[in-house]
């Protein structure tokens, strides 16, 4: 019995030892960093000039898509009473747009990554200051990638306030 209360009172005694930590939580933040940055305005900007840039790949690729599924279409209708020769051909037709599809779908993919790349590496700089400025601010000790959290409180939270804090510094 005696082993038991003394086991409860250490308990207690650890317990009450602990709550001042607890306390000292709001030294923790977190952040999403690409949210952060890619709701800034500089951003959307960015994202507005990219977009304007590869609008006419864009339309090209839509155009061949409905090249394609117009080609496939026919080939799987009239396919048993075409000649072999005009089936080789559409096919040829359907491998040839295929390809052309595919290699400007990766052009256009590859312009996105390094447009996204040069804005990262452009804007990283101010977004160090703008998070330095909010977890100065707050007195935050430790700052924790959003996804790389299980659970937090809303409080917690810093994303918005580190855009509002970028968008300022440009």
């Known amino acids: 019995m ?31 960093w690409r949210q952060a940055l890619l709701s800034s305005d500089s951003a959307k900007i960015s994202m507005n000039q990219l977009k304007n840039q590869l609008a006419g790949k864009q339309d090209q690729a839509k155009a061949l898509a409905k090249e394609l599924e117009s080609l496939q279409a026919k080939l799987q209708k009239d396919g048993a009473v075409m000649s072999d020769s005009e089936r080789k051909s559409m096919q040829q037709q359907l491998r040839q747009k295929g390809g052309q599809f595919q290699q400007l779908r990766g052009q256009v993919q590859q312009q996105q990554q390094q447009a996204e ?38 409080g917690l939270d810093l994303t918005d306030e580190v855009t509002q804090v970028f968008n300022s510094l440009n």
Do not use: N, W
């Not at 005696?2 to 977190?30: E, F, I, N």
């Not at 990262?120 to 990638?145: F, G, N, R, T, Y």
């Open 117 to 154: 790349q040069a804005f990262l590496k452009q804007s990283k700089p101010k977004l160090d200051q703008a998070i330095q400025k909010v977890v100065d601010k707050h007195d935050v000790e430790l700052l924790v990638d959003r996804s790389a959290t299980v659970y937090s409180k809303d």
């Open 2 to 32: 005696r082993k038991l209360t003394r086991a409860l009172c250490l308990a207690g005694g650890l317990a009450a030892l602990a709550t001042p930590m607890l306390a000292q939580a709001s030294d923790v933040a977190v952040l999403d």
